[in-house]
């Protein structure tokens, strides 16, 4: 097993600053998981906002200064699914959902390099 975890290529991964370099947080959240590649990054948060607010709250903050939020999305599921581009910087995806059989919400976050 050491032997086989040896092995493995390790991937690089993305830097948090070279692909959400603005990071908009979600209110009164944590991180429940990271993932990603040398180009993009996704960050799951959890937060104890309802939906409805978080939508709310990232509308507002992708909607002004150096943000520009492009698409507005309410899926199929009820989730609702953001895009913002930034003058100075990478794109980001945001993506609210309720959280299943529990109170709150998650938050997916997605950031790529810029070309």
Not at 22 to 36: F, H, K, Q, W, Y
Not at 60 to 82: H, I, P, Y
Request: aromatic share 6%; net charge negative.
């Amino acid at each position: 097993l050491l032997l086989t975890l040896a092995c493995q290529e390790q991937r690089p991964e993305a830097r948090l600053s070279d692909v959400m370099p603005t990071i908009p947080l979600p209110p009164a959240a944590e991180v429940i998981s990271r993932e990603g590649g040398e180009d993009a990054l996704k960050i799951r948060f959890r937060s104890a906002s309802s939906p409805d607010a978080i939508a709310t709250y990232y509308r507002e903050v992708l909607s002004k200064g150096s943000w520009q939020l492009v698409s507005d999305t309410k899926l199929e599921d009820g989730s609702v699914a953001l895009y913002a581009e930034h003058s100075k910087g990478p794109p980001l995806w945001v993506t609210i959902q309720k959280a299943d059989g529990a109170s709150g919400t998650f938050v997916d976050l997605a950031g790529a390099k810029a070309k």
